[in-house]
């Protein structure tokens, strides 16, 4: 069904007698298309709206709420209300909702959530954040080897309900150690007299329950699953991963790259609805320290004084040069950085990008450079105030070919250094590489000027 609604209709009908279509667009309509149309109501209002759709369906609805918004509703909930909603909730958008709010609401909530629920949401909340135990839901289908297809599948019948995918099941021993996977299409063409260990996959592709979510997500990608399985030390399933959490951890993770590279700090609010305090913060502290970097140019600037009131052309190509090192190093970081996230290369890797990315600087700052003596050479007499024009070419030409070939080696190592160091070589950025190479560019730019014209 599609949303024909608009957010004043919606806020009309909430406010008078339900006629039965707000309550069939709340049964048939997607829970996201609900989600999306009620984003802009207050918490009262949006409360009454799910009050109108039954348990499971308001359970749906809420998991498509925006982070925010769901902690705003939480925090604005009964305690019997919240506790009935994270009992009807899948298991992993649960754990997620309660992550994000204060421990002492949680605290308050759980103990009027059912036992098997409670002691569920402690199992997920008790896992480092960006695990794949943190990820996981314990909502999946399983198996013993030993039964018939016929009562494998009425078994399926019984756990459906409750289970966030069937297409996997997954076959147990008595220890509940993973031991192989049926898929409910091999189920359904199999004789029904066959046992499900006669028709199983006995090689499982899982993770480990304490493995980086990045690991998780590339490994669910290399392999194309919906879903994948969560083991403990002794190979236990304790959950499973689905592609759609994974799709989240995409999303977040390329989101958090990109701030990194624009030098902003990480910020789990949308943009324009983050506090202007919080924004500012974050923005604000890499500002300043990439400012505060950026000061060693006047003192790089000063040691070549003389130079500059010898030849005062050269000042007038101090900005052509260095802003040939910042991009050649960032566009470098950028690929470099775009590798290390999809596993193209590793830390261990270094010499070969870097033999790699010394030829390519060296072909990339010859052409810039023969731009740069083109450019260089047209100079007006005027201004070169008898400087030897060609000589002041070749000196453009061999700076912009050498600081070139630099901004493209610093801009290839730094997030290869960063990734071997433990820090996210998104901070490698293109503001953080390009003040590296402005600085050391200018001492590179007036020493070939110095060694040529003086």
Same mark, same amino acid.
């Given at each position: 069904?599609?949303?024909?609604?608009?957010?004043?209709?919606?806020?009309?009908?909430?406010?008078?007698?339900?006629?039965?279509?707000?309550?069939?667009?709340?049964?048939?309509?997607?829970?996201?298309?609900?989600?999306?149309?009620?984003?802009?109501?207050?918490?009262?209002?949006?409360?009454?709206?799910?009050?109108?759709?039954?348990?499971?369906?308001?359970?749906?609805?809420?998991?498509?709420?925006?982070?925010?918004?769901?902690? #705003?509703?939480?925090?604005?909930?009964?305690?019997?209300?919240?506790?009935?909603?994270?009992?009807?909730?899948?298991?992993?958008? /649960?754990?997620?909702?309660?992550? /994000?709010?204060?421990?002492?609401?949680?605290?308050?909530?759980?103990?009027?959530?059912?036992?098997?629920?409670?002691?569920?949401?402690?199992?997920?909340?008790?896992?480092?954040?960006?695990?794949?135990?943190?990820?996981? *839901?314990?909502?999946?289908?399983?198996?013993?080897?030993?039964?018939?297809?016929?009562?494998?599948?009425?078994?399926? /019948?019984?756990? =459906?309900?409750?289970?966030?995918?069937?297409?996997?099941?997954?076959?147990?021993?008595?220890?509940?150690?993973?031991?192989?996977?049926?898929?409910?299409?091999?189920?359904?063409?199999?004789?029904?007299?066959?046992?499900?260990?006669?028709?199983?996959?006995?090689?499982?592709?899982?993770?480990?329950?304490?493995?980086?979510?990045?690991?998780?997500?590339?490994?669910?990608?290399?392999?194309?699953?919906?879903?994948?399985?969560?083991?403990? %030390?002794?190979?236990?399933?304790?959950?499973?991963? +689905?592609?759609?959490?994974?799709?989240?951890?995409? #999303?977040?993770?390329? +989101?958090?790259?990109?701030?990194?590279?624009?030098?902003?700090?990480?910020?789990?609010?949308?943009?324009?609805?983050?506090?202007?305090?919080?924004?500012?913060?974050?923005?604000?502290?890499?500002?300043?320290?990439?400012?505060?970097?950026?000061?060693? +140019?006047? *003192?790089?600037?000063?040691?070549?004084?003389?130079?500059?009131?010898?030849?005062?052309?050269?000042?007038?190509?101090?900005?052509?040069?260095?802003?040939?090192?910042?991009?050649?190093?960032?566009?470098?970081? *950028?690929?470099? *950085?775009?590798?290390?996230?999809?596993?193209?290369?590793?830390?261990?890797?270094?010499?070969?990008?870097?033999?790699?990315?010394?030829?390519?600087?060296?072909?990339?700052?010859? #052409?810039?450079?023969?731009?740069?003596?083109?450019?260089?050479?047209?100079?007006? =007499?005027?201004?070169?105030?008898?400087?030897? /024009?060609?000589?002041?070419?070749?000196?453009?030409?061999?700076?912009?070919?050498?600081?070139?070939?630099?901004?493209?080696?610093?801009?290839?190592?730094?997030?290869?250094?960063?990734?071997?160091?433990?820090? %996210?070589?998104?901070?490698?950025?293109?503001?953080?590489?390009? +003040?590296?190479?402005?600085? #050391?560019?200018?001492?590179?730019?007036?020493?070939?000027?110095?060694?040529?014209?003086?």
């Amino acid at each position: 069904m599609e949303n024909p609604l608009l957010l004043p209709e919606l806020r009309e009908m909430l406010s008078g007698e339900d006629d039965g279509t707000l309550s069939e667009f709340l049964v048939e309509a997607h829970p996201a298309s609900i989600a999306e149309l009620s984003e802009g109501l207050s918490v009262e209002e949006t409360w009454q709206l799910l009050s109108r759709a039954p348990l499971q369906r308001q359970a749906e609805i809420f998991a498509f709420y925006s982070p925010q918004k769901q902690v #705003t509703l939480a925090s604005g909930a009964g305690s019997e209300q919240l506790s009935r909603l994270l009992e009807a909730m899948s298991h992993d958008d /649960r754990a997620d909702l309660l992550q /994000r709010m204060e421990p002492a609401v949680v605290e308050r909530i759980l103990p009027l959530v059912a036992k098997a629920d409670r002691e569920d949401i402690r199992r997920l909340l008790s896992y480092p954040e960006q695990s794949a135990g943190a990820l996981m *839901t314990t909502d999946y289908a399983s198996l013993p080897a030993d039964v018939t297809v016929g009562e494998a599948l009425a078994l399926l /019948r019984q756990q =459906a309900p409750a289970s966030e995918t069937i297409y996997y099941v997954y076959v147990l021993d008595d220890q509940r150690r993973l031991i192989g996977f049926v898929s409910l299409r091999d189920l359904i063409l199999a004789p029904i007299s066959a046992t499900v260990r006669d028709i199983m996959h006995p090689d499982v592709i899982s993770v480990r329950v304490d493995e980086d979510q990045e690991q998780v997500a590339a490994k669910l990608a290399k392999y194309d699953f919906l879903a994948i399985p969560v083991v403990d %030390d002794q190979h236990r399933l304790v959950g499973i991963i +689905t592609h759609d959490d994974v799709l989240d951890v995409v #999303t977040d993770e390329a +989101t958090e790259d990109a701030l990194h590279m624009g030098a902003v700090a990480a910020m789990v609010e949308s943009h324009l609805e983050a506090p202007f305090f919080t924004v500012w913060r974050k923005r604000s502290l890499w500002l300043a320290a990439l400012f505060i970097a950026e000061l060693f +140019t006047f *003192t790089a600037l000063a040691s070549f004084e003389d130079a500059i009131k010898a030849v005062v052309a050269l000042s007038l190509f101090v900005p052509l040069c260095i802003s040939t090192g910042g991009n050649s190093g960032s566009q470098a970081a *950028t690929l470099t *950085t775009r590798a290390l996230a999809l596993g193209q290369v590793t830390p261990q890797q270094w010499f070969r990008v870097l033999r790699h990315e010394f030829f390519m600087g060296i072909a990339l700052g010859v #052409t810039l450079g023969c731009i740069g003596f083109v450019r260089a050479a047209l100079t007006p =007499a005027s201004v070169l105030d008898g400087t030897d /024009r060609i000589m002041l070419a070749l000196v453009i030409s061999l700076a912009v070919a050498s600081i070139c070939l630099w901004g493209t080696l610093v801009g290839s190592m730094l997030p290869l250094l960063f990734r071997r160091f433990g820090v %996210d070589p998104g901070y490698s950025s293109s503001p953080f590489v390009a +003040t590296f190479v402005d600085v #050391t560019g200018i001492v590179i730019y007036f020493s070939i000027a110095k060694a040529i014209l003086f």
